[in-house]
């Protein structure tokens, strides 16, 4: 029996590498390595949620989780930035 996970992925990742990109024009400073740095510090920060279309999971999402997500999202996103922006400056020293 042959099994395709291809559609299989965790929500928050394309959220969280759509915001960083959003994001990017803000922080000139910060290199390609960086701003992956940034989306894997805000991705570790969330849960994982995987799904096989986010389709699905927003149809069965309540307004409070949405709400949660969006601001779960945002404060990783906001540390992720702020956190690697931080050890840049200390491995400049």
């Keep these: 029996?042959?099994?395709?996970?291809?559609q299989v992925h965790n929500y928050y990742e394309r959220l969280v590498f759509e915001e960083?990109?959003?994001?990017a024009a803000l922080f000139p400073a910060y290199s390609n390595d960086?701003?992956?740095d940034v989306a894997c510090v805000a991705l570790n920060r969330l849960p994982a949620r995987?799904?096989?279309?986010?389709?699905?999971m927003m149809f069965y999402?309540?307004?409070?989780?949405?709400?949660?997500?969006?601001?779960?999202l945002e404060e990783a996103i906001a540390f992720a930035?702020?956190?690697v922006g931080e050890?840049?400056?200390?491995?400049?020293?």
Excluded: C, P, W
């Design 20 to 23: 960083v990109v959003q994001r």
């Design 1 to 6: 029996m042959t099994f395709n996970f291809e």
């Design 87 to 93: 050890r840049s400056a200390k491995n400049a020293n």
């Design 50 to 56: 995987y799904v096989r279309h986010d389709v699905d």
């Design 61 to 72: 999402l309540t307004e409070q989780e949405r709400q949660a997500i969006e601001l779960s």
């Design 81 to 83: 930035f702020r956190f």
């Design 34 to 36: 960086m701003l992956g």
